[in-house]
């Protein structure tokens, strides 16, 4: 009676087995990639704007410092988008008809708001409080990354959980100054390590534990 | 093996093989069910109710998704309904494939070999059928994989102090080795099949699951140690996995489910239901394709006396129960034990009772025993009765708990019932595609076996 | 009527019509007789339902959106999702769910979301961050005062406002659940004219047009109805306008107002008068059925002095004494040291009884078993004279007021510094109501009446039947409606306005004391609502000013600026209370003519603003239609109750049904109430505690045109109320149909069973032995935990509830919903056992069933040390938090519900259908921005508010200094009356948390699982008369 098999059957089934085990692996290796990966979290994608705001421009070479518009962030939970007027309180003499600030004086003119694109996203279950990390020594750079040299902005981290716990397990290591945390330049000094534990205790940072108590974020 | 006349005259114990048996009979017998025999209209009804349930089973599971686990009669107080007795209930009923196969290999109980087969795909089909409950009972199905200790995006693991989380890996790895055992046990019979299947097809489908067996004797050598480990292995996990399900209920604080003889009571029961069910299967079975020659009455009659054993030690269990709720003196306990007997749910306690104790109790006489009719209506009993257990431990500890003022009552909407009938319908359509499809006795043990008995004759 | 009616099916709470709907998986489990009722009523209801038809199909061709909305929703509003077919959503949102079983959840990628900032930010408001404006809620006579948080502009939350005397910083379930009333979606939202949608200028030129021939007439045809009116800017405005035309006449009903007590003060001073009590001064207290506490002008501000009075800490272990006659259970009733159960009509007789005993002349003559108590009660009277009072119920007749206020002069209560005195009445133009409403009938009847203002209510439906008002109605040539829902009477006007919430609107009103405050707008009209003073206004001669400029010029003549601004600032406008009068009362109790007892054979029926919906205008609020009622613990159905004995002699009965049972589903008796020539039908209750013979018919439910929550609930008592019996009537019958109906009950389960979850003692008991509430007690070591200590270096929060202060109002529970974005279910899912609640009011019974003592106890998370809850979690979504509390994280819940099953207390709660509302704008403004809303399959339960922790712990920590005692206040505790619940850090010995634990009476309930719970509870003490024994038989199941 024939074969039913010819002979190279005998590679081939061993050939599959394996490279069945090996693709899995694979498979679970790039699901974990995808997850981190800027295509899910958004990082570092420039977003355009209803107007072509730069930070760099007014942040980086007019040095207009980030409470100018960003006005309730060491009072409130979030920084604040300036209103229209905000805008208008320079651009009404400064490039007062740039066609490309229309849009503002458009804005500032019908009453209706601008609708930017926002670009920081946090989930609706996450209570995120910019005022109190001003207050601990965070600064803006340690999460927003050098917005002084964003023509455009984009988001500098990944804004994944494990992200954020990186930090409340170990905040020593962003602890900065308070009159430093405005500066967009700064840069973790050698000494990090002790200067980030001597602000821990002047500052009176909360306890790991409770810094990661779940309701800490999620209420 | 003790030979037929040692036992007394008056006495005669079946033999585990029909005399007359040789090595074509056995082989040319059991795998010409899957080949020659053609299925019969029997078989087509069967196998049409069974998928039409699979197809219920179907829709209400995609309602569940579509609307959530209150589609269910589950509310607070009882957060727990059919799902959890069902998966409990099934993961019992799998528990005596891997203990016919394993632990009776183990001590060389020949009267296994003709059982085992059809028992491990039992397990596998209702460790399948278990295995839907936990996952659609939880409010989103969909975020299941939390359960799973993987490095995730969010940093935090799984709280490993939980029996769910026990559970995850302990039905998964019986399932995992379960299978291993039932294929690795198949393939010689693969290959025998593979070589007297007709069709072209056939014969690749069993070629390519037979794994190039050639039956020298390097493969079988490789065979039996492997059979062999694998049963090691199968062995503890017959008692872990029930015994962690049961960490469900024990490591919580609700009165009747708080309690430390849980374990070996799961297990114990387990078995029983585990066998009650093997029983259900085969008697139809060995009717049906006219096995009566391998599944003796012997196998039967030592089932029956395992049934009978393990009920005992399950009544012992209920007992122990009683006596603790009230020796304890916790008025919690107490209570319980009072609302089980004169509560709102009291038929199904009574039921239960009946079902588990006092109807096996028949299964003391020799008579009972070998009347098949009789055996099969009594198995059924079993099986009805263990599901009730589970029920009771479920519903009845929870509906009335600590606080009075949040007591409650549970009752099955149509939707509990539909995927419960749907998994029972699953697991028929899989056997009976399990039957039609490969040897439902292993024919390479049974072949041992003749040559056995051949030996005994002489 | 086809998709309407299915769209009813799917209704929120619907009952009846669910049971017989095709989908409806739980039909099989439901008795057939339930049906036939059903049925019944539903061909009755569709036989009614013409007009509506015609309005629906008029609203259809105006296109008003609210309309569209409503027929394209598809899911209903703050409703269960329970009994609907796979539709078009639900199919995405299987392939959506099997995508994710395919574990591609959580990678999908986020949708862009735009930031739309201010063009010009408000000065003063930080994004991000709550403001609170003081306003008032205005209610019947009274008004209470309130703070509403806003953020960005949504009013969210009301708090109680610590300056206004009527509040001291409390509230009531109204006011909080008048957030939903505001957001309403159901509310009218057009103005119309026959049907057709008008503009508010069509309507001013109509009214403008009716000018020259009322001036002609000099207003004669005019005729204005209004409930009880405590503005003084509309009183005013209609003075004004009745001085402009003389003719006209202005008329009052106030359905649920009390004739009685404007009577009583006639009666016994020859003048109207408002009556004020001081609980905090008074030592011993009789309430001749009134409710003081729990309902009526002030009670929250007496619930506090009352509560405040009977405090006890160590030192200090004194309380005041309280007896209350009533005839129904009321939550007064509930905390007296004496309840007993009395005929409404012999509260009269054992009022006259009582003036007699205590000297003031008369004679009545009390049954044998009430000498005991007559005498107690006249001697304790009688040995606190000045430092007592005795308060006659809103419900009584106008005699038993006077009588009330003759004991009150005689013992010297009523004198200077006393514990009563007597003011100006609050109500601009007293009037009795009933004999105002019937001049007006007769009036419309003979034809004179040319043109009919009616200003709020609603007369068609609450009007006593016998006045037969709606055809009178008929005949006013021109009808307008002022109300904020196009309801009953709107079906029988030309006009129908949209009236504008009391968040929405400028106007003022006067608290029970004559305080006065500026009710000021948190938001504009959302469905342009007008006030009274906006239609007034449109009649009078000026039609021009804004509602805000009337109340403006009412008050500031006079005033600065600065002083407008402050008012507005306080919500109470300084020394507008009215100062106590000195009058006496001349009148004899001898002058009364002799009483006729009620004859015992006959049953008793008495009428009662329901304590959820009361008297039917907040029959739309899902709320209020989901609180159980305090001591039936019914939901989303009013019932006529009787006593157990009057219920056993009648063959009344109710029992648990498979589905929910004991906390859920009961059926109960239909019984055929035929009383004054008129029938209804309603469900039975056997409520302990009622007094025999007696039929309470709470008002307020069968609304036949409220919203889509408040519509065919329960039954209409107003159809069997007649102008005769407004609150008592006699010799009806009350007939068993045969039929059994299911209503939703969460506790029906009155008894321990032995668990002393409740502990309590009398006075003396407490005196004798402080420790009482642990004795017997099982308390493990704490170190009987394989599990490691937590310590707490900083906070460790805690709460403690002093039972002998909760009387079960249910403030707490509107106000946890509040706060917490709670959903509610809806009939069907309560009797499920489903509802939502972070906090419920137990309900205890001790005693012998016909005059048990109550006991409430709420329960909200314990947070326990030991968490059981937390152990079970496989994925970590409860965990204990640095702080103590069982932390609840929704995003993590997979729904196992397994530390449900764990939880001792059965304070968890779970989403097992999508039970919130996440289609309905109006709602999404409502909901609190800093509570997640929890979706479907998941798990939630109380977290001490900490979100309210949390923004205070950040304040605290930029300010770099410690929280202090008191900064952080639940929302439960802070709407408390009682002050029964104390939020705190149980690590500062000075906290009053702290200081509460330490007392003896402080326990924690199932004790010993060893759960350590941080939730702890007072034991209750209670002052009975050690002259007058207990009802003392020991507790038994109370079915």
């Not at chain 1, 085990?21 to 990639?33: E, N, Q």
């Not at chain 3, 739309?116 to 009274?142: C, H, R, S």
């Not at chain 3, 009556?275 to 009670?299: C, E, M, Q, W």
């Not at chain 3, 709107?490 to 106007?507: F, G, K, T, V």
């Amino acid at each position: 009676m024939a074969q039913i098999f010819h002979r190279s059957t005998n590679f081939i089934s061993r050939f599959t087995l394996f490279s069945g085990l090996f693709l899995v692996g694979l498979a679970l290796l790039v699901l974990g990639a995808i997850a981190r990966s800027p295509y899910l979290t958004n990082q570092n994608i420039a977003r355009e704007q209803p107007v072509q705001f730069s930070h760099k421009h007014h942040v980086g070479d007019d040095g207009i410092d980030c409470r100018y518009c960003h006005t309730s962030v060491e009072t409130s939970a979030y920084a604040g988008i300036p209103p229209t007027k905000t805008c208008m309180n320079c651009h009404s003499v400064l490039f007062s008809n740039a066609e490309y600030l229309e849009p503002v004086r458009e804005s500032f003119r019908t009453g209706k708001s601008i609708q930017w694109v926002k670009v920081h996203r946090m989930p609706d279950y996450v209570y995120f409080n910019h005022s109190i990390h001003i207050n601990k020594g965070v600064g803006c750079s340690s999460c927003h990354g050098q917005v002084n040299q964003m023509p455009l902005v984009w988001q500098a981290s990944p804004l994944l959980m494990n992200w954020c716990l990186d930090c409340h397990r170990n905040p020593e290591a962003v602890l900065r100054p308070r009159e430093q945390v405005f500066n967009m330049d700064w840069k973790a000094p050698a000494d990090q390590a002790e200067i980030g534990r001597a602000l821990a205790t002047e500052y009176k940072l909360r306890t790991t534990a409770e810094l990661v108590s779940c309701s800490t974020c999620h209420r | 093996m003790s030979s037929a006349n040692s036992v007394p005259p008056f006495r005669r114990v079946a033999p585990v093989l029909e005399p007359g048996h040789t090595y074509a009979s056995v082989t040319e017998k059991i795998s010409s069910i899957v080949l020659s025999r053609p299925a019969g209209t029997g078989w087509y009804l069967a196998f049409t109710l069974a998928f039409g349930l699979v197809m219920m089973l179907g829709m209400a599971l995609a309602y569940l998704i579509a609307k959530g686990t209150g589609i269910w009669g589950i509310n607070i107080p009882v957060g727990w309904g059919f799902a959890i007795v069902n998966f409990v209930w099934w993961i019992g009923i799998g528990h005596a494939g891997t203990l016919i196969s394993a632990i009776l290999l183990l001590l060389n109980q020949k009267w296994r070999t003709s059982i085992n087969r059809f028992a491990e795909a039992m397990t596998i089909f209702a460790v399948m059928c278990a295995g839907i409950f936990p996952l659609i009972h939880t409010g989103r199905p969909w975020l299941a994989y939390y359960m799973l200790p993987y490095p995730s995006t969010m940093g935090v693991w799984p709280q490993f102090r939980s029996p769910l989380i026990w559970d995850v890996f302990a039905v998964s790895t019986y399932f995992t080795v379960s299978l291993l055992f039932w294929f690795v046990g198949l393939i010689p019979d693969l290959a025998t099949l593979r070589d007297r299947a007709h069709s072209r097809l056939a014969q690749q489908l069993y070629g390519i699951l037979a794994m190039g067996w050639r039956g020298s004797a390097r493969h079988w050598h490789r065979y039996q140690s492997a059979y062999l480990l694998l049963a090691g292995l199968a062995t503890p996990l017959v008692v872990s996995v029930h015994t962690v399900v049961s960490f469900d209920f024990a490591i919580a604080i609700v009165p009747g489910w708080h309690t430390t003889i849980f374990p070996p009571y799961f297990v114990a029961g387990a078995i029983y239901s585990g066998f009650a069910m093997v029983l259900t299967l085969a008697i139809p079975l060995r009717k049906i394709y006219g096995l009566e020659d391998f599944i003796t009455m012997r196998h039967l009659e030592n089932m029956a006396k395992v049934m009978l054993a393990t009920g005992l030690i399950v009544a012992y269990g209920y007992a122990m129960e009683f006596f603790m709720s009230y020796y304890g003196g916790s008025k919690f306990e107490t209570f319980l034990a009072h609302n089980r007997l004169t509560g709102p749910y009291w038929p199904f306690y009574w039921a239960l009772i009946l079902c588990n104790l006092v109807v096996p109790q028949l299964l003391w006489f020799h008579k009972v025993r070998v009347h098949v009719p009789t055996l099969f209506l009594l198995s059924l009993v079993v099986n009805v009765g263990m599901w009730l257990e589970r029920f009771v431990i479920v519903v009845i500890s929870l509906h009335r708990d600590f606080m009075p003022s949040a007591w409650g009552m549970y009752a099955p909407t149509f939707w509990d019932w539909a995927t419960y009938i749907g998994t029972l319908g699953m697991f028929l359509a899989l056997l009976l595609l399990f039957v039609r499809a490969l040897p439902v006795i292993s024919i390479a043990e049974m072949r041992e076996l003749v040559a056995h008995t051949s030996e005994e004759q002489k | 009527m086809g998709a309407e009616g299915h769209r009813h099916e799917h209704r929120g709470g619907e009952e009846p019509e669910v049971k017989h709907d095709a989908h409806d998986p739980c039909t099989e489990e439901l008795g057939s007789r339930v049906y036939s009722l059903d049925l019944a009523a539903i061909r009755e209801r569709l036989a009614k339902s013409t007009g509506k038809e015609y309005w629906r199909s008029l609203e259809e061709l105006s296109g008003n959106p609210h309309f569209e909305e409503l027929l394209h929703r598809e899911f209903p509003r703050q409703a269960s999702e329970w009994d609907e077919s796979v539709d078009r959503r639900d199919f995405l949102k299987l392939m959506a769910a099997s995508l994710a079983l395919a574990g591609l959840s959580g990678c999908g990628r986020k949708p862009e979301e735009t930031i739309v900032p201010y063009v010009n930010q408000p000065a003063g408001m930080t994004p991000g961050k709550p403001q609170y404006y003081a306003t008032a809620m205005p209610l019947g006579a009274d008004a209470i005062g309130l703070l509403v948080e806003s953020h960005e502009g949504r009013p969210t939350k009301i708090e109680g406002n610590p300056d206004h005397p009527g509040s001291l910083g409390a509230t009531n379930a109204f006011a909080q659940a008048s957030i939903l009333g505001l957001y309403d979606p159901d509310r009218s939202q057009v103005l119309t004219y026959l049907g057709e949608i008008r503009a508010w200028s069509s309507f001013l030129e109509s009214a403008v047009a009716t000018a020259p021939m009322l001036k002609a007439t000099g207003g004669a045809g005019l005729r204005i109805l209004t409930g009880s009116v405590t503005s003084p800017t509309l009183a005013a405005q209609l003075r004004a306008l009745l001085a402009q035309y003389p003719q006209a006449k202005w008329h009052q009903w106030e359905t649920a107002g009390s004739d009685g007590a404007r009577e009583g003060g006639k009666l016994a001073f020859g003048r109207y008068v408002n009556t004020v009590y001081r609980p905090a001064k008074a030592n011993v207290i009789v309430s001749l059925d009134s409710d003081f506490l729990g309902s009526g002008p002030g009670h929250v501000r007496y619930a506090k002095e009352f509560f405040r009075r009977r405090k006890l800490s160590g030192e200090h272990a004194e309380m005041s004494r309280l007896y209350v006659l009533e005839p129904t259970p009321s939550v007064t009733g509930a905390v007296a040291d004496h309840s007993i159960p009395m005929k409404a009509s012999d509260v009269g007789l054992f009022a006259r009884a009582l003036a007699a005993k205590l000297g003031l002349g008369g004679s009545a003559s009390v049954p044998a078993e009430r000498e005991k108590l007559l005498e107690a009660a006249a001697a304790d009277l009688q040995k606190h004279r000045g430092a007592s009072f005795v308060i006659a119920g809103e419900y009584q007749p106008a005699e038993v007021h006077a009588l009330a206020h003759a004991i009150n002069q005689a013992l010297l209560n009523a004198a200077a510094g006393g514990t009563v005195y007597y003011t100006e009445p609050v109500e601009m133009q007293p009037v009795n109501h009933l004999e105002s409403l019937r001049e007006l009938c007769a009036d419309m009847d003979a034809g004179r009446v040319d043109t009919l203002l009616i200003l709020g209510g609603n007369p068609v439906y609450d009007a006593p039947h016998d006045l037969d008002f709606v055809s009178k109605l008929k005949k006013a040539r021109l009808s307008f409606h002022l109300s904020q829902y196009f309801d009953e009477t709107s079906e029988y006007c030309q006009w129908h306005i949209p009236e504008a919430h009391y968040l929405e609107s400028w106007s003022d009103v006067r608290a029970f004391d004559g305080t006065a405050s500026v009710v000021q707008p948190l938001i504009a009209p959302l469905y342009q609502g007008k006030t009274a003073h906006d239609v007034i206004g449109a009649f009078s001669d000026k039609p021009g000013l804004s509602s805000y400029e009337r109340v403006r010029n009412t008050w500031v003549g006079g005033h600065t600026e600065k002083d407008w601004r402050k008012w507005l600032h306080d919500g109470v406008i300084g020394g507008t209370a009215f100062a106590p009068m000195a009058i006496t009362s001349k009148w004899n109790p001898a002058s009364l003519l002799p009483a006729k007892p009620a004859p015992a054979d006959q049953l008793e029926f008495i009428f009662r603003p329901d304590p959820s919906v009361y008297d039917g205008r907040f029959a739309n609020n899902g709320w209020l239609q989901e609180l159980p009622k305090p001591v039936s613990k019914l939901t989303w159905d009013n019932a006529a109750l009787v006593s157990p004995k009057t219920a056993e002699k009648l063959g009344l009965t109710h029992r648990a049904a498979w589905t929910g049972g004991e906390h859920g589903q009961i059926l109960s008796d239909v019984v055929d109430v035929d009383l004054a020539g008129s029938k209804v039908t309603a469900a039975a209750w056997t409520l302990p505690g009622q007094a025999d013979g007696v039929v309470t018919l709470p008002l307020g439910y069968g609304r036949s045109k409220s919203g889509q929550t408040g519509t065919n609930k329960g039954f209409n008592a107003y159809v069997v109320r007649a102008s005769t019996g407004i609150w008592c009537a006699t010799g009806g019958t009350l007939r068993k149909t045969g039929l059994e109906y299911p209503l939703a009950c969460t506790q029906y389960h009155h008894n321990m069973e032995g668990r002393e979850l409740v502990r309590s003692a009398s006075l003396d008991e407490y005196k004798h032995n402080p420790n009482f509430a642990h004795k017997g007690a099982e308390e493990p070591p704490k170190e009987l935990t394989l599990y490691k200590e937590f310590a707490y270096p900083g906070y460790a929060w805690g709460m403690a509830i002093d039972l002998a202060s909760c009387n079960g109002c249910n403030a707490c529970v509107v106000a946890c919903v509040s706060e917490n974005n709670i959903a509610i279910v809806g009939k069907d899912q309560v009797m499920r056992g489903r509802e939502m609640h972070w906090i419920r009011i137990d309900r205890y019974y001790e005693g012998s069933l016909d005059s048990p003592e109550t006991f409430f106890q709420p329960v909200p998370c314990q947070q326990c040390e030991n968490a059981p809850c937390e152990q079970v979690c496989p994925v970590g979504a409860t965990l204990h938090s640095a702080e103590g509390l069982n932390d609840m994280v929704y995003n993590r819940c997979v729904g196992t519900r397994y530390c449900s099953n764990n939880c001792p207390y059965k304070v968890r709660r779970f989403n097992f259908l999508r039970f919130q509302d996440w289609e309905t704008p109006a709602l999404k403004l409502m909901r609190n921005p800093e509570v997640t809303v929890r979706s479907r399959g998941v798990m939630e339960k109380c977290t001490y508010c900490v979100q309210r922790i949390n923004n205070a712990r950040i304040e605290v920590e930029k300010e770099n200094r410690p929280i202090r005692d008191g900064e952080i206040v639940t929302a439960c505790e802070a709407a408390c009356p009682a002050e029964a619940i104390v939020f705190g850090n149980a690590n500062d010995p000075k906290s009053r948390v702290a200081k509460l634990k330490a007392q003896q009476r402080n326990y924690t309930i199932l004790a010993e699982l060893n759960a350590r719970p941080r939730t702890t509870y007072l034991a209750a003490v209670r002052n009975p008369n050690p002259e007058l024994e207990k009802p003392g038989t020991p507790p038994g199941d109370k079915r």
